[in-house]
């Protein structure tokens, strides 16, 4: 009894003492997940010569539909047709939290909203209208740049959190409209100054 007893202790103290592990396991999970999602769709827009629309519909899912060209003779699109949804793992979010920088990666944003696009030209804020009722999306296009479903240049930043986290554990995705250029972030403490630096 005393040894099992010992066993047990020593099981639940090596579990406790792997926890923070696993939560920065998960959020590594998701931040890979996330950037492999939009660069993956981005070659295969340029690969198969068609557009894949990315949207984030909820806090913990991200959605891929491919897009194609209208046929020949015609200016209008077939409707999108879904592809994959990729989840995260249940303790991570699209989400953000105080201690956020503003401006956000690369100067997109305030760092105040989850998954924030922008024209690229303009700066302003954009919507989509073909997909998911007017919610932020990407459209990676064949020539690689980063669209808008109404063709604007589209540029922003994803930020994916652990709620029971400090905010350093954080990560950040941001794009480029007409390059299409996908980077990774992560938040640091510099100096007294919340910071993202490039991965």
Not at 30 to 50: I, M
Not at 86 to 107: E, H, K, M, R, T
Not at 131 to 149: A, I, K, T
Request: charged letters at 10%; glycine letters at 8%.
């Amino acid at each position: 009894m005393i040894v099992v007893a010992l066993g047990l202790t020593m099981a639940s103290v090596a579990f406790m003492a792997m926890m923070p592990l696993f939560k920065k396991n998960h959020v590594d999970q998701a931040y890979d997940t996330t950037l492999s999602v939009l660069r993956t769709y981005r070659n295969l827009a340029v690969t198969q010569y068609t557009r894949y629309i990315i949207t984030v519909p909820n806090s913990s899912t991200i959605n891929v539909q491919s897009w194609a060209f209208p046929p020949v003779g015609s200016t209008v699109s077939p409707a999108p047709v879904q592809v994959v949804a990729y989840a995260l793992p249940q303790d991570i979010n699209f989400a953000v939290q105080a201690g956020f920088p503003s401006p956000g990666p690369d100067g997109f944003g305030t760092g105040s909203t989850a998954v924030y696009t922008q024209n690229a030209l303009t700066a302003q804020p954009t919507s989509c209208t073909v997909v998911e009722s007017g919610n932020l999306c990407l459209v990676f296009y064949p020539d690689g740049s980063v669209q808008d479903d109404q063709g604007n240049y589209n540029s922003g930043v994803i930020y994916l959190m652990q709620p029971t986290s400090n905010a350093y554990s954080s990560r950040a995705i941001d794009f480029y409209g007409t390059t299409g250029r996908v980077r990774g972030w992560r938040l640091y403490n510099v100096s007294g100054t919340n910071t993202w630096e490039q991965q």
